[in-house]
């Protein structure tokens, strides 16, 4: 039988729950589609397909941005109704808090004490009835749900490579001795692909249009073979609909500066890395997460730049989540959940 017992990633792109004895029992769009700024019209994959479409009177919002929350009212209104349900239905099978239930929360490591606070807050001030709330560092999650061992004196690299952030993190026995949070990810790729096509095709695209081009023709790094994709957009000198043919060369072009901030922040970590633990890693490699290392040859890209193994995983999207999981189900990792009046978190 299930427990009341939950885990929550909340990212930018997407949001996760994870109940005790039942695994993952949502994994959705992180959106939400507002009528008039004050009324739930959707939520998760519903509201998304309503994002860059919707009339002037549904706001279709990202509670969650670079990683912390944007919009603290949006946020708790989606975890409610996750939980309590929406115009008649649930959300997820066994998504139901009723009486006194329990939360892990996942958040980045190097944010302020203050938005590491309103994830807690979020569920603490929610209508949701909760005996225990606990915080868990996304990377050490992140560690857990890739399969490594976070708990012995090893040190473990890992590369978070999400929708609006990438996290860089070395853990050694069950803390964090490095970590560094970058505003760049996936969303951060479309932008530039957006503005890129505008200057280079005189075609404005939406968000969805560039996230399709990444996704059909991005690579970590750049291909000797030609490939191209279709995009329709508004042609910037007649304002007509418009249809262009773009390369892979371009879309390389467009990722390029973000995809070398990235490495250079890799490279910064190495750098800052105590010489026993530099060993583990020569030895055990980088392991990559995150949605966004999806895209093709990032891997390859890492490995090329930093001369270091790399792991990835299957689900990258899910590692936090499962995490989580991890954490709750076992006792043995209970220590590394966390009050915020833990002398060690802080």
Not at 45 to 54: F, N
Not at 65 to 91: C, E, R, S
Not at 113 to 135: G, H, P
Not at 336 to 341: C, D, E, K, M, Y
Request: charged share 25%; aromatic share 6%; with cysteine.
């Amino acid at each position: 039988m299930s427990e009341k017992i939950y885990g929550i990633d909340m990212g930018t792109n997407s949001i996760k729950i994870y109940q005790k004895a039942a695994g993952v029992i949502l994994h959705q769009k992180n959106m939400i589609a507002m009528v008039k700024k004050k009324e739930p019209l959707a939520l998760g994959d519903e509201a998304y397909s309503m994002y860059e479409k919707a009339p002037k009177n549904i706001e279709v919002k990202q509670p969650i941005i670079n990683g912390v929350i944007a919009d603290f009212t949006a946020m708790q209104t989606m975890i409610q109704l996750y939980f309590k349900g929406m115009h008649g239905k649930k959300f997820a099978e066994g998504l139901a808090a009723g009486g006194n239930a329990e939360f892990y929360i996942a958040v980045p490591s190097d944010i302020t004490e203050v938005e590491k606070r309103a994830f807690y807050d979020l569920i603490a001030s929610s209508s949701l009835k909760t005996k225990k709330i606990r915080i868990v560092e996304k990377p050490i999650a992140d560690a857990l749900g890739a399969g490594l061992d976070v708990m012995d004196a090893t040190g473990r690299l890992i590369v978070n490579i999400g929708a609006d952030t990438t996290e860089i993190s070395l853990i050694s026995l069950g803390g964090i001795v490095q970590s560094r949070l970058l505003k760049i990810g996936g969303t951060k790729f479309d932008e530039a692909i957006q503005q890129t096509v505008k200057k280079k095709h005189n075609l404005v695209i939406g968000m969805k249009s560039a996230e399709r081009l990444k996704m059909q023709l991005a690579s970590g790094i750049k291909e000797d073979e030609e490939i191209t994709y279709d995009v329709m957009g508004r042609n910037l000198i007649t304002g007509l609909p418009n249809k262009v043919t773009v390369t892979n060369h371009l879309i390389f072009e467009a990722m390029s500066e973000s995809l070398s901030s990235i490495i250079d922040a890799i490279k910064f970590i190495l750098e800052k890395t105590p010489p026993e633990l530099s060993m583990d890693i020569m030895h055990d490699g980088v392991c990559m997460t995150g949605g966004s290392t999806h895209i093709k040859n990032l891997d390859l890209l890492i490995q090329q730049e930093t001369g270091l193994s790399i792991m990835k995983m299957e689900e990258p999207e899910l590692t936090v989540v499962k995490g989580l999981g991890m954490i709750m189900e076992n006792p043995d990792y209970e220590r590394l959940a966390h009050n915020l009046q833990d002398s060690d978190f802080h």
